[in-house]
Each structure stands twice: as C-alpha cells, then as structure tokens.
C-alpha cells in the first residue's frame, strides 16, 4: 500500500506571495491532519480534516488554511507569506478520526526568502 | 508552541549499548506515540501506547505507558548504527468536545550510534 504523498518536496517563495500545499492520504484514511516542523518550535498541530470537515485547530494565524475533498485529499494553504513561515510541512493521515495511529508524509520544506 | 519534555536531549553512544529516554508531561494523555524521524524525512511511526502502564515491544524496541497517564518510556536495546536519527514522544488527549487526531509532540532526542 502506498504511503502518504506530499507535492511539492521543496518550495522557495517570497515575502508575501501564497502557497498550496497538497497531501495524498494512505488509500483508505480519512483523516488528514497537518504539522509544521521548526527548529525553533519542533512539531507543531496546524489543522484536521475528517470527511471534508475540519476537526481542529492549532494555534495559527488565519493566513494558514486548509481544505479535504471528497476524495481524502487535502491542501493546504499560507497566504502572505512571512520569513518564520520556513519551516517543514507535514501531513498525517489515519483511517478515521480518534484512531490515535496516524502516518506522516516526507514533508514539504517551504522556504521563504 | 505547545511540547512535552523529552530528555535526553542528544545521546551519542557506541553501538551495542542500550538506550532510554523519555517524555513527561503537566497533563494526563490517553495515547502515547513514538516516532523516529530521519534527516529530510517524515516521522514514522514505532510503537503506540493506549493504556496506562502498558508495555509494548517492536522488535528491539520497548515502550511504556506511565501509570500516572503523565508520562512514557522509550527504550532501545543493542544499539545499531541504522538506530541514528530523532526520536519524538507524541501524546494525544480525549477531547470530549468532539473527536480530534490532534498530537502534541515532545522536543526530541537525537540518538547518534557510533560503530
């Protein structure tokens, strides 16, 4: 069974601008949650999606949004971006909500110059 | 940002030695996860932990569920070079206001195995 994907791998992008970030599931999860990695702060929750619904929220500004399609799929998106947004983006997914395994993807590395 | 303890913080040891570390926390968990993570790569996920005083096996791997819910174990026995990279702690809460993946993560142990 295929792992979860993320596209892309790396990103450069400048002050300002937006980004999209997308994550395939494990075939078969429904749930999907997203994680920003710093050196600084570590792993931090950004959000959850389970049947297209965001589940929860972590502590981030309203630039940081997401969205599921019916599909499990799921994006990500930063709007206006800020150099401390640089950081690794994960995506984790598991086969339902309150199921505690959940399975992460390579990441996307954003740099923002 | 919100982390739970680990320490040790680095480990360098020599391979064949064991190895324990750990993960406190301030809150009670209802789940505990242990990842490793490698340079460039996602977590991956090692053991999981869903009762208070369990102890779970994989391979040479043990981890333990704290009996006070506050805590968790992680130990590696006879250490290989392939054992390098950081390992997290990660505790997940009941919310009672709904159903929630959400995972609180420790700050991380990097462990280096020296041949």
């Known amino acids: 069974k295929a792992g979860v994907t993320q596209t892309p791998r790396y990103l450069i992008k400048t002050r300002g601008q937006q980004v999209t970030l997308s994550c395939s599931p494990i075939?078969?999860?429904?749930?999907v949650s997203w994680y920003q990695q710093t050196p600084g702060q570590g792993l931090q929750f950004l959000f959850e999606?389970?049947?297209?619904?965001?589940?929860n929220k972590g502590n981030f500004p309203g630039r940081f949004s997401g969205r599921q399609f019916s599909n499990s799929r799921s994006e990500m998106n930063v709007s206006t971006l800020e150099l401390g947004d640089s950081a690794l983006y994960l995506c984790?997914?598991?086969?339902?909500?309150?199921?505690?395994?959940?399975?992460f993807g390579p990441g996307t590395r954003l740099t923002v110059l | 940002g919100q982390q739970l303890n680990q320490s040790p913080q680095s480990m360098f040891i020599q391979e064949g030695e064991d190895v324990s570390m750990n993960c406190t926390s301030s809150?009670?968990?209802?789940?505990w996860l242990w990842y490793k993570q490698d340079p460039g790569e996602g977590p991956v996920l090692l053991i999981a932990?869903?009762?208070?005083?369990e102890l779970t096996s994989n391979g040479r791997l043990t981890a333990q569920f704290g009996i006070t819910r506050k805590d968790s174990f992680l130990n590696i026995s006879a250490s290989i070079p392939s054992d390098v990279g950081i390992y997290f702690c990660?505790?997940?809460?009941?919310?009672?206001?709904?159903?929630?993946?959400?995972?609180?993560f420790g700050t991380g142990t990097l462990l280096a195995v020296q041949p």
């Open positions: 984790a997914s598991s086969w339902r909500d309150r199921v505690y395994e959940q399975f």
């Open positions: 075939s078969g999860h429904r749930s």
């Open positions: 999606y389970f049947s297209e619904t965001q589940r």
């Open positions: 990660a505790g997940q809460r009941l919310n009672y206001g709904g159903a929630t993946n959400k995972l609180i």
């Open positions: 932990l869903y009762k208070a005083g």
């Open positions: 809150s009670i968990f209802n789940t």
